[in-house]
């Protein structure tokens, strides 16, 4: 049982440097330490120390993303390795404490808490109402592109009606008139595609800007008195709340043109630069033009690229380079549209 409850408590913390969670796996191993004796202060008061110092650099743009993120991962790989020596550890000092065998008590409740940090990540369950809520109002995109060939990407719903894409999945009025909006394109929970509700779009309501400036088309979806457009709802923008670095941004999309998807974890925002946000979370081909929601389910962006070869992309003006993925603050959109 006590080995059992070490190799629980041990599994947790490494749980949380594979998310990232770096201050509070520090939290969780202090508790360890304090229950196991392993004698492991010294090594994790090092390890976090760099680390942190290298953080604070990081954050007074002292040191370049690249030279934080390889510190970061070397904090992240000296506490696993650290982590996997503490059984033995705690073997040998009880045997030097005279103990037949370790004694690492089952922590109680109050204890176990402490796994998740000084950090609040609980979340009403309305979150997920929302989210749903939300999720409704994303679509596929399918189409003939310019050069004859049949292409998808991802949309969304506004309140008056008009979808939002790049400007490289409906590139010219033309195109439109060869679009549709496909909503409904998700998987239920009984394992069954849904029905998909698809409506035709008008181009003489398009508007756009190139990739290189904001990329993004809008066009007006035109509505079917025996499918109302209203059924699917409409997403919520809150264009001056950007997020911080480190913040999660949730994308909803259908990547490869495949059933409706969402990208909840790993999400984390890396920097902003002029119009455009950077961030972690996951995309494939077809997620282009999906909406990029802040943690209150308000849009802020619109995914449009990314790269991960070469170092990646710049994410910010002191020129730092990462793997990431990029959207178009709708700040910089509206301000270009006029609304």
Not at 28 to 33: F, G, I, K, P, W
Not at 217 to 242: C, H, M, N, T, Y
Not at 293 to 317: C, D, P, Q, S
Not at 323 to 331: D, K, M, Q, S, T
């Amino acid at each position: 049982m006590q080995q059992e409850a070490l190799k629980v408590y041990i599994d947790s913390i490494r749980a949380l440097l594979l998310e990232d969670e770096i201050n509070q796996a520090y939290d969780a191993l202090v508790d360890l330490e304090n229950k196991s004796q392993a004698g492991i202060t010294n090594d994790v008061i090092l390890i976090i120390g760099n680390y942190r110092s290298a953080k604070k650099k990081f954050d007074g743009q002292l040191i370049p993303y690249e030279q934080f993120s390889i510190q970061e991962a070397r904090a992240k790989n000296a506490l696993m390795g650290l982590l996997d020596s503490v059984p033995r550890k705690v073997e040998l000092n009880a045997k030097i404490r005279g103990l037949g065998s370790y004694q690492f008590s089952v922590p109680d409740e109050a204890k176990l808490e402490k796994l998740i940090g000084p950090g609040n990540n609980l979340l009403r369950i309305k979150w997920l109402e929302e989210a749903i809520k939300a999720s409704k109002a994303v679509c596929r995109i399918s189409f003939t592109d310019v050069d004859g060939s049949p292409s998808v990407g991802t949309g969304f719903l506004t309140q008056e009606g008009y979808l939002f894409t790049n400007n490289h999945v409906l590139k010219t009025a033309d195109v439109v008139k060869t679009a549709k909006a496909e909503f409904n394109y998700e998987v239920g929970v009984d394992g069954k595609t849904k029905s998909i509700t698809a409506y035709q779009l008008d181009p003489s309501s398009y508007i756009t800007s190139p990739p290189t400036e904001y990329d993004f088309a809008r066009v007006k979806v035109i509505d079917r008195a025996d499918a109302p457009l209203s059924q699917w709802g409409f997403v919520e923008f809150d264009p001056e709340a950007i997020p911080a670095v480190g913040d999660p941004v949730t994308i909803i999309q259908h990547p490869e043109g495949e059933d409706k998807q969402i990208a909840l974890t790993a999400n984390e925002v890396l920097g902003q630069l002029k119009q455009h946000i950077f961030y972690k979370t996951d995309t494939k081909g077809g997620s282009s033009g999906s909406p990029v929601f802040n943690k209150n389910w308000k849009v802020v962006a619109i995914h449009h690229a990314g790269k991960t070869e070469g170092g990646g992309l710049v994410i910010n003006e002191r020129g730092d380079k990462a793997p990431a993925n990029r959207g178009v603050l709708f700040r910089d959109i509206f301000a270009f549209i006029g609304k």
